[in-house]
Every structure is written in C-alpha cells, then in structure tokens.
C-alpha cells in the first residue's frame, strides 16, 4: 500500500521523508471499526514534533503520521451500520482513553477528557486507507475532500477553545496570535461566523493582509525576532483601552503576557500549545484583580466534532487550504510546514472521490 513514510527522527524532518508503495496494508475492521479509503489527508504541526521527538514518548520508525483525513468508508466490522459503505468522511483523530476507575478515587465531573491521536502514537492517515472507530467519523456529503480533510483537527480545536472554553458570545473581541496556522485560521472563521471583532498577530505582513482578505478587523505587526515583542498597548488601543475578550495562542512563552496584558476584565486566555517553549512569564497581579480566566485546550469531544462538522456541510464554515500536493511531493509539504511560510493548511490529494 502507499504511504508518506518518516523513515527517522530528526531534523529537518523533510529529508527523512520517503514514499513507499509497500506499507503493509491496514487489513479488515474490528469491531466497531470502519477502514477508510483516504482521498486527502492534511498536516499539522504535529507532523513536524512526531519527526523531532515527542517529549516523553518513545515513537518507533520507520511510521506514519498525518491526524487529518477525509475518504471514502470501504467496509465495516462488526457492531456498524452497514449504511457507513460509500459515505464520504471526515476524521477526528482524537481517541478518547480509557477512564480511570479506582476505589476511593473523587468524583470525575472535573476531569478533562484524555485522547489518544491517530498519526501522533498511533500510526495516521497519511496512506492510502487506514481503519478508525465508527465513532470518530462523520459524514461530510459531498464536501470537497481536501477541504474536508483540512477542517479536522484544527476546527475541532479552535471550536472547543473557543465556544467550549472560552464560551464565545456573538459580538465579542477575539485576539488570535500567529495567524497562518491551521488553528489560527479557524478560529478566524469561527470567529467570523459569530460575528467576532479580531486582531491578528504575526511576524509577516503579507500573513496580516491575507487575514484582512479574509475578514480579520485589525492586524499587529510583531517585530520581535522570536514572536516576543510585547504589543499588549496596540491591542488595547485597537479596542478603546477596553482589551480583548478572548485570546487565543498556541506560540507560549513568547506571546503568553502579552496575551495576558491584553484581556479586558473576565476575559479568557486559552492555549492549545507552545511553540516557542512552555516556560512562560505571567502577571498573577492582572489575573486575580481582573478575574481572568486561564484554561488549557486539547483537541475536542466527538460532540464538539459534530457541532463543527455540521457547519462545514452547510457551508457555513470552510477552511484556508494553502497547497495540496500529489503524494509524491509530500517532502516539499513537510518543508513548507517546517518553514512556517504556509497560511493555512497543506492538503495530500490520495485520490478522486
């Protein structure tokens, strides 16, 4: 079978990328299972960390990544309706875990849910079929495939960032930093889609004009060489002196106070990762007199997922797709994501629907 394979860890990880045609091939469905024929799958940044090293994991190569994809269901296993054969879907590579369950253990209405994902210490969907569990599927229609795989991941978790945790009302201010990212760019739009104000940040001014093209209301310049210049004052002077809402930021150290120095008061600041490291300074003083709110984000519920999935097939919302490649050309994809240059997401196109 046919797949992008990462044959070692390190870096660049673009030259430690190969095609092959002799994957072995995923085999028949479980229970509960569905394989997939994939006729797109999609990057993350994700990719790039399984390639460097995930901390605390040991990953066996040569394997596959790829969190995202979208195909065409080729069989079931037992337990699934047999209506799934020939649907088009769309995959939510967040497995849930198992729940813990020990004598004398407290009531768990207050714990976040723990995922497993597909392409990170799982083998994932940059091949040409793949199974997954019934429940981690949705239907699409006939939603382009390489959008559909494009929306995935990074919808699901811009939609629980922002109407899950942050609870997003229509109207209110939203400040997204790195704005070119998969994440970033669906939290644009579903900002957009709730008829948000928002102010962009990035370190490239052609990544800020294409925001405006895409209905961003302001953009600021981040001239620090690592993402790290404080430009809390422009934010703030952007709204009235008031502040932000909503912050959303997956960079970390580099744009964690600035972020903080940003809210208005009850605001919220959510992070789904830190790219720049996770040693962040912080102002305690503004989040206790301000009554910030401080949370962490990681992928979504399949709830969350079918909430979102729903927009994409009423066209309510779509997603930025910067380049699809042929699979032979998924080392150019990898070092595209690696240089950061991309606004959007890189799309493989395995086949046609």
């Known amino acids: 079978m046919r797949a992008i394979v990462l044959t070692k860890q390190g870096t660049p ?4 990328v190969e095609v092959r045609d002799d994957w072995p091939d995923p085999g028949d469905p ?3 299972e569905v394989r997939v024929r994939t006729l797109a799958s999609a ?8 390639g460097v090293g995930l901390p605390g994991a040991t990953l066996e ?10 195909g065409v269901v080729e069989a079931v296993g037992a337990g699934v309706d047999e209506a799934w054969v020939g649907r088009r879907v769309v995959v939510n590579a967040a497995i849930a875990a198992p729940v813990r369950s020990r004598p004398g253990d407290p009531p768990a209405s207050t714990l976040a849910p723990s995922y497993h994902l597909l392409g990170e210490t799982m083998h994932g969907m940059h091949r040409a079929a793949f199974l997954v569990p019934v429940d981690n599927v949705a239907d699409v229609g006939e939603t382009d495939p390489c959008e559909a795989a494009a929306f995935g ?17 229509a109207g209110q201010s939203v400040l997204i930093t790195g ?12 900002c957009r889609h709730f008829g948000c104000p928002t102010i962009v940040t990035s370190r490239h001014r052609w990544k800020l004009d294409k925001a405006g093209e895409l209905g961003a209301t302001h953009g600021v310049l981040d001239t620090g060489s690592d993402g790290g210049e404080d430009w809390s004052r422009e934010v703030r002077a952007l709204t009235g002196k008031r502040g932000v809402d909503v912050a959303i930021d997956s960079i970390g150290k ?27 300074t912080t102002d305690l003083a503004r989040i206790f007199w301000n009554q910030l709110r401080v949370l962490g984000s990681t992928m979504g519920s399949a709830a969350e997922f079918g909430e979102a999935v729903s927009l994409l097939r009423s066209g309510a919302l779509r997603p930025v797709v910067d380049r699809v490649y042929e699979p032979d050309h998924a080392p150019d994809a990898y070092a ?6 991309q606004f959007g997401k890189l799309v493989v196109r395995w086949a046609e629907g």
């Open 336 to 341: 595209r994501l690696e240089s950061g240059e």
């Open 43 to 50: 990057f993350n940044h994700m990719d790039i960390w399984v």
């Open 254 to 280: 580099a744009t964690h106070l600035s972020c903080i120095k940003s809210l208005a008061r009850g605001g919220a600041y959510v992070t789904c990762g830190c790219t720049t490291g996770p040693g962040a």
């Open 179 to 190: 704005i070119g990212g998969g994440v970033a760019t669906a939290a644009l739009a579903i």
């Open 13 to 16: 990880v673009a030259g430690n």
């Open 153 to 169: 991941l990074a919808f699901l978790t811009a939609w629980s960032m922002l109407v899950t945790k942050a609870r997003l009302r």
């Open 61 to 70: 190569f040569p394997r596959i990544s790829g969190a995202d994809g979208c």
């Open 30 to 32: 479980g229970p509960r």
